[in-house]
């Protein structure tokens, strides 16, 4: 060390300014808070914030769940356990013949990646559209 | 070796075992009808287990994540001072 207690500040200018992560204080944070509030009040005239409904998202994600769970059952009795079951059965009744178990799966991916495609050129010539009318 | 080429082995290891036992009766290989009967859809069957099991999961964390309400108040706000910044810059949307 050529100076005596400069090895904090070596240590310092040593890092490179990339690891330094930039994180804002409260007192940088609060005159902001203040501008957020009054447009919150502009926006809400009531002056109370919009309710934001847990109810639907436990519904949806409950739903989702259900018809996963179905769609398993049903796809796992069908594929694994129908084989070792008696043809004379009656439960034969209530599944398709064995060639839909592989047919339905492909055609729904299909139309999947059908969709997804769509999707894609839509968004795409929206783009297009955009630049197009900035130049 | 990267995680692309071990996941390719991989499918390709499944892949080729479960060909060559289909196609098993054709070289002199006798199973079983019923097994054949569960072999031969396996990979249609993976595929919609897979796919069960994603939107299993997906539909669960969106029942069970807790709501920010303050933190969602704020992105709107923040949302619509963007919008109209820009818009007065010249970006149309």
């Not at chain 1, 018809?67 to 049903?74: D, K």
Request: proline letters at 6%.
């Amino acid at each position: 060390m050529s100076r005596p207690g400069a090895g904090f500040l070596a240590k310092k200018s040593t890092q490179p300014s990339s690891e330094k992560i930039p994180t804002l204080g409260k007192a940088q944070v609060e005159p902001y808070a203040w501008h957020f509030k009054r447009k919150l009040a502009a926006l809400s005239p009531n002056g109370e914030p919009p309710k934001k409904a847990t109810g639907t998202d436990q519904v949806v994600g409950l739903g989702l769940v259900a018809v996963s769970l179905i769609i398993f059952t049903y796809y796992t009795i069908w594929v694994i356990l129908l084989p070792f079951i008696d043809s004379q059965h009656v439960i034969h009744k209530y599944f398709l013949p064995r060639a839909y178990a592989v047919g339905i799966p492909l055609a729904v991916g299909l139309l999947l990646l059908l969709f997804v495609g769509l999707f894609i050129t839509c968004v795409m010539l929206k783009n297009q559209k955009v630049t197009k009318k900035v130049q | 070796m990267t995680k692309l080429a071990q996941w390719l082995w991989g499918l390709a290891l499944l892949g080729s075992t479960w060909a060559a036992l289909t196609m098993g009766p054709t070289l002199g290989l006798e199973l079983p009808l019923t097994c054949r009967e569960v072999l031969w859809p396996l990979p249609a069957y993976l595929l919609v287990t897979i796919g069960c099991f994603a939107l299993g999961t997906v539909g669960y964390r969106v029942a069970t994540f807790h709501d920010c309400e303050d933190a969602a108040l704020e992105l709107q706000t923040q949302i619509q001072e963007a919008r109209a910044d820009l818009a007065r810059k010249g970006l149309r949307f």
